[in-house]
């Protein structure tokens, strides 16, 4: 397999515009959202500085001419306040201050809310398109690869991504709140803004760069650290037999120095953009300040505006910082997005002619149906080499059929190639003479019944396990359980009869007890052709002969293939089929193959 | 001002970052010189490992801590003293306060030097406080990968026994989050804590100063923030741990989908594993947007609270009857918004005290297990003083054999004895095959012999010769389970485990189990290496391989298949060229084909005697090879004998190998 496993998509540069409307364009109703949640989020960020605009005019009252002369959208407010008796401002106020907090959290839930459920969204349209991508696709990609896209990267879409989008708008809602509230009350100071906000994008141009790329050092350097502690921890034995503690303890000291030049050096540049930002934002307040004590000097400013003024830098540089900090984030959760997306958009399986095809066409209803195999060739994908050649025989309903060869031979592909699971180059499969390519892949599909060579459990109910579609009556389960031998043992010794909890991989069944389960479940399929690949896992004796057993009478008069392991299954069969190198190399019955193929040493090889 | 990173930034600011750019930083290497005061070794601190590790770290870190607290306290004074100046510049021009006696320029232009004053005080307090930060980062990373460092290293010299009782998970779990823990822990709360009383009283007693009592109503409310902020904390750990068990819940969906792929749709389930797996995600959606709802009105709450604390401030003004002025109304809300930013982290101390705590008593609990050393003394088991001395001299590898008296050896999880009385002798220089089916006792032989499991009676000796002084040899015994023997032994032995361990390295380090550095020459290591994995037939393997013998396994490298690294395994044990080799069942998942194969490069050729091999099998095959045979069963020795002995009717050998050939032609023929 270690041959064509496909290599990940890396995280590269910085982040586009075009990944902004990549996510946004991949969530519904962005278009009529999209204004209300920038509304929300503008509005939000008024009432910090809107508190201090208030308790300004609060406190400087009507004194002077202020109410008369002040600027126009102040003077109801100024009025109303000077109006009211003390207690009743104050109540103002705090009804003011309540309500701010209520609606911060309402904008926060309410955005970062709207924006998981978009990633929800993608999360089910990329459950649903793996449901259909060929089954090669998963030889190509290590479990954990396919997993990590549904816990990191989807928690970066239910969590981090909404949160940096939030942040990001908030801050930038918060510095045009500064910059109108300069504008309307001391416009001359505006100019202060103009040079600050120059230095500000300056100082973000110099950090991010060299503080994502420093990042991205960060994280490639830590892994090993990681990778070394937990394999040394895990291959203990094999180092100390060796005498090769102190090499593996070096070596974390070593590694560890490395990273932490990154961490070290990130943590410094994150140091030098803070007090640039601080500075940035205390010149701001110097330059407002100026302004103020020159209106102060002259008059044309009260004091309560002017503290207000001279206030409105607190913060700024926190602000700032927060927003370059989420632009950065973002920028290292952005392949999250690509990851996901990548796989909502893989091609999917089924032949060209599914969509002619009615779901609803015939079911083989016989007991055992007749199987060929016409001039088969089959590859895992285009591209890759032939595994089957021209495999080309007739298996006659009911039949019972053996197939040997040695690791590789290409049995096991056999059964891929009945499942559609393999891209066909010529030929075709019939069942009582009909080709499966005419049916619907689910249909084509219903024709077998398989018992794997591992028996597999999911985690869940026995019921789960044997019928996860609930399509079968109790009374049925239960006539699968006793015709396996299972039935007295599930009413005795498992909690709960059907509904017993079945761990994680069968955990809590023995290996014979898995495999029978896998019996009643290719039992309770009722189809006409049943596969099987013989386990060669050691079971005890007694398993061993229930499981013999039960081969032999439960799937009387159906079409029956199985791998085999033993030279009892072989003798048993009423065809034996031998495949070399995907050839179907020689066929008969087991009297006129066996002693041609299994004289000497080829013997053991051959049932491997 | 931090200017030495503008180089670096300059120079990825237009192409992708390497390695090397960040030696360039001279800062970072002062740092590693610099003088810290930790012990050189866990050994060193171990007894105050077991009881009091915070001790440890706060006895290393005492002094960067001091300086840290020292530092926070300068730069919060120099922000109470720079809000104090910006009031005063109200104050100058406040109606309420007629400053007659002073001309209105003279005004303006202190107004102005007070405000330059600020900005001054502003930016320095700034830098300071960014030094802080540093130093707290420093802390941070020397606490963790220290602890980290020393954890590694004494899970290396752990007993087998004490090594058992803790998953290697739960150990790379206490360095990366126990470890992180207790350094977060150091380096933030053990300073702002003590820093957040000297600030809250100062800013409270200038507040007192400036607006008089209605300071207390201010206090009452940031102290009201505490609880506050506590039952947030505690909702959201509620809330957090039900959003983990639904994502664990849909994650387990997800993998067991995925793993069994195939069969999934062999069974024609997959309609019903993506419906089962969408509504999973719909419920942890659900918990989540809870969890949303509640982080956002503690953030909104906490974020917001510096205005109820100026309300605070404002109705205390009306109590005491007192009138209020601009400059009096805005130094509430700096100083409120000043002591809002010490008090916000404070739920989040106690959070991390207490997890650190916990973090620190997990870890006391693995340093208290005992290490080999440790438990051979307990035992009894020493090397007789009078050769202690000699262990570095000559030492005749060729001879080594040992001896096996009524040796029982326990199960620690279980306490099941796994050799029951086990008496028997390895000769040296030759091949000695273990057999006996699946849970015989052979791995735990070879364990004991390994003293790796240390009996719980009987006694297992090391018979050897050493060189005196005057070249003359001498003979000893000494016992295996002894830090000394062991020490010795791994320089003389190889072993192959049942199941291979492979480091996420490259092939050319895996073999040797040796980190190369970059600019190493390989050329004399890679014609060795080519060697002992052509014996153990991985060449045509490792030829395919992309990168050759520079191809990286493990973690995101290729994958090994069963086969490929027990090869890899054997290919290590050729590599090493030692007189003594342990082989655990290496045999087990390679096919007849190959395995035939091996046994002739490897045990018939490269391990040929005068090496000691001991060969724990449970296959039959290619025994007749070995001189002496022990056969196994139920952790008794049955048998004991060469191939010729034993293979004859009536032995317990030969009845396993008969009723075998009758029934079953599983692979290779196994027990």
Not at chain 1, 276 to 302: N, P
Not at chain 2, 15 to 35: A, H, M, Y
Not at chain 2, 172 to 201: G, K, M, W, Y
Not at chain 2, 360 to 377: D, P, Y
Request: aromatic share 10%.
């Amino acid at each position: 397999m270690s041959g064509f496993v496909a290599e990940e998509k890396r995280s590269t540069g910085a982040l586009g515009v075009g990944f902004y409307s990549r996510y946004l364009r991949s969530m519904r109703s962005m278009a009529w959202m999209g204004p209300l949640l920038l509304l929300l989020i503008i509005s939000e960020n008024f009432f910090a500085n809107g508190f201090r605009w208030l308790v300004s005019l609060w406190v400087e009252g009507c004194s002077g001419n202020l109410c008369l002369e002040g600027k126009p959208f102040e003077i109801p407010v100024r009025r109303y306040l000077a109006e009211l008796s003390p207690q009743r401002s104050l109540s103002v106020l705090v009804w003011f201050v309540l309500f701010a907090v209520f609606f911060r959290a309402f904008t926060w839930t309410f955005v970062t809310g709207f924006l998981a459920r978009g990633g929800r969204s993608l999360h089910d349209e990329v459950v649903e398109n793996l449901s259909h991508v060929p089954v090669t696709f998963y030889d190509e990609n290590p479990t954990g690869r396919i997993v990590r896209r549904f816990s990191g990267d989807y928690a970066n879409l239910l969590v981090e991504i909404p949160n940096y989008i939030n942040d990001i708008f908030g801050c930038i809602a918060e510095i045009i709140w500064i910059f109108v509230l300069v504008a309307l009350q001391a416009p001359l100071a505006c100019l202060a803004c103009l040079p600050c906000a120059l230095v500000y994008l300056r100082i973000q141009a110099n950090f991010r760069p060299a503080s994502r790329e420093v990042q991205r050092l960060g994280k490639v350097l830590e892994t090993p650290v990681w990778s070394v502690f937990t394999e040394s921890v895990a291959g203990m034995q094999t180092i100390r037999a060796y005498g090769k503690a102190d090499e593996f303890h070096k070596r974390l000291g070593e590694l560890q120095q490395r990273y932490a030049y990154a961490y070290l050096t990130q943590n410094r540049m994150t140091r030098w953009l803070n007090v640039r930002l601080k500075m940035t934002s205390e010149m701001f307040g110097l330059i407002v300040t100026l302004f103020v004590i020159s209106a102060l000097a002259r008059g044309t400013l009260g004091a309560g505006v002017a503290g207000f003024l001279m206030s409105l830098s607190i913060g700024l540089d926190g602000t700032m910082q927060w927003l370059t900090r989420s632009f950065s984030m973002i920028d290292s959760t952005m392949v999250s997005l690509e990851r996901i997306l990548e796989y909502r958009n893989l091609p999917r399986e089924g032949f060209a002619s599914d969509s002619l095809l009615t779901s609803s066409s015939h079911r083989e209803t016989t007991r055992g149906a007749e199987l060929s195999f016409v001039n088969l060739s089959a590859r895992y994908r285009e591209g890759l080499p032939r595994v089957l050649h021209n495999v080309t025989t007739t298996i006659p309903a009911g039949a019972r059929v053996g197939i040997i060869g040695r690791t590789g031979a290409g049995k096991s592909t056999l059964f891929q190639a009945l499942y559609q699971m393999l891209d066909m180059e010529s030929g075709e499969v019939l069942i009582n003479g009909r080709s499966l390519a005419e049916r619907t892949l689910a249909a084509a599909r219903g024709c077998f019944a398989i018992v794997p060579q591992e028996p597999h459990l999911f985690a869940g109910t026995l019921r789960h396990n044997l019928d996860r579609l609930g399509l079968h009556e109790e009374v049925r389960l239960w006539e699968v359980l006793k015709a396996v031998r299972l039935a007295d043992y599930v009413r005795t010794a498992c909690p709960g009869g059907l509904d017993f909890n079945i761990l994680e991989r069968g955990g809590n069944l023995s290996v014979g007890q898995r495999q029978l389960v896998c019996f009643a479940r290719a039992l309770l399929m009722d189809t006409p052709i049943v596969l099987m690949d013989e386990p060669t896992a050691s079971v005890d004796l007694e398993t061993d002969a229930a499981i013999q057993t039960a081969v032999k009478e439960l799937f009387q008069g159906r079409t029956l293939l199985v791998i085999a392991h033993r030279l009892e299954t072989v003798q048993d069969c009423d065809l034996v089929l031998v495949m070399n190198q995907g050839r179907l190399v020689a066929q008969g019955r087991p009297e006129d193959i066996l002693p041609k193929w299994m004289d000497g040493s080829d013997s053991n090889a051959l049932l491997a | 001002m931090f200017s030495d990173v503008n180089p670096l930034m300059a120079s990825l600011k237009s192409r992708p970052g390497q390695e090397q750019d960040l030696n360039s930083n001279v800062w970072v290497e002062r740092i590693f010189t610099d003088k810290h005061h930790y012990p050189t070794d866990w050994r060193a601190s171990l007894p105050l490992l077991r009881t009091s590790l915070m001790r440890v770290v706060m006895r290393a870190e005492r002094l960067s801590l001091l300086k840290m607290f020292s530092i926070h306290t300068v730069d919060v004074s120099c922000s109470i003293v720079a809000a104090l100046l910006a009031v005063q510049v109200l104050n100058y021009f406040d109606p309420a306060k007629s400053l007659s006696s002073v001309s209105a320029q003279e005004r303006v232009a202190y107004s102005v030097f007070l405000a330059i004053s600020v900005f001054v005080l502003n930016v320095f307090a700034a830098s300071l406080h960014a030094q802080k930060i540093e130093r707290e980062t420093l802390v941070v990373f020397r606490v963790q990968t220290t602890l980290a460092r020393w954890l590694n290293s004494f899970v290396l010299n752990m007993s087998r026994d004490a090594k058992a009782k803790f998953p290697t998970g739960d150990i790379v779990n206490l360095a990366q989050t126990d470890a992180r823990h207790i350094a977060e822990f150091f380096a933030h709360a053990a300073v702002d804590f003590p820093v957040l009383f000297v600030s809250v009283s100062l800013i409270v007693a200038v507040m007192w100063q400036i607006v008089g009592p209605p300071a207390l109503v201010a206090l009452l409310i940031l102290i009201l923030q505490i609880p506050v902020s506590m039952f947030f904390s505690w909702l959201g750990q509620r809330l957090h741990g039900e959003l983990m068990r639904r994502s664990d819940a849909r994650l387990t969906l997800v993998t067991e989908w995925v793993q069994a792929a195939r069969l999934v749709r062999y069974f024609g389930w997959t309609q019903q594993f993506v419906k089962d797996i969408r509504s999973a995600a719909k419920k942890e959606f659900l918990q989540d947007l809870k969890l949303k709802g509640h982080y956002s009105s503690s953030f909104g709450l906490s974020t917001s609270w510096w205005m109820l604390v100026a309300l605070g401030v404002f109705a205390g003004f009306l109590w005491f009857h007192e009138k209020k002025s601009a400059s009096q109304v805005f130094a509430a809300i700096w100083l409120s918004s000043i002591l809002g930013q010490q008090l916000n982290p404070l739920p989040w101390f106690v959070r991390i005290l207490s997890e650190a705590r916990v973090g620190a008593r997990r870890m006391e609990n693995i340093f208290q297990a005992k290490v080999q050393s440790e438990e051979f003394a307990a035992r009894g088991f020493l090397v007789p003083p009078e050769h202690v001395h000699s262990l570095e001299e000559i030492f005749d590898a060729r001879n080594i054999s040992f001896e096996l008296r009524d040796v029982w050896v326990e199960w620690q999880e279980s306490s099941q004895p796994a050799l029951r009385g086990v008496s028997v002798t390895i000769p040296a220089g030759a091949l000695t095959a273990i057999v006996g089916p699946v849970g015989a006792g052979k791995s735990v032989l070879l364990q004991t012999l390994m003293g790796e499991m240390t009996p719980s009676r009987g006694e297992v000796l090391l018979h050897a010769e050493i060189q005196n002084s005057d070249s003359s040899w001498q003979k000893i015994v000494w016992p295996v389970h002894s830090a000394q023997t062991l020490e010795f032994l791994r320089r003389y032995q190889t072993f192959v485990p049942q199941e291979a361990f492979v480091a996420a390295a490259s092939v050319r380090e895996n073999i040797p189990l040796r980190y190369l550095n970059a600019s190493e020459k390989t050329e004399n290591l890679d014609t060795q290496v080519v060697n002992a994995l052509a014996r153990a037939q991985l060449s045509s393997d490792i030829g395919s391989f992309p990168a050759g013998l520079s191809t990286e396994l493990g973690e995101r490298g290729v994958n090994l298949s069963g086969g490929q690294k027990q090869r890899l395994s054997l290919a290590r044990a050729v590599f090493a060229r030692r007189p003594l080799v342990f082989l655990d069942d290496p045999l087990s998942a390679v096919d007849t084909e190959t395995e035939d194969k091996l046994v002739e490069a490897l045990l018939k050729d490269e391990w040929k005697p005068p090496t000691t091999v001991l060969w724990a099998t449970h296959r039959l095959a290619h025994l007749a090879l070995a001189e002496k045979i022990v056969v196994l069963d139920q952790g008794c020795v049955v048998e004991v004998g060469s191939w010729l002995e034993l293979s004859r009717a009536g032995s317990r050998l030969h009845q396993i190998l008969s009723s075998l050939r009758g029934s079953s032609l599983g692979a290779g023929q196994e027990l």
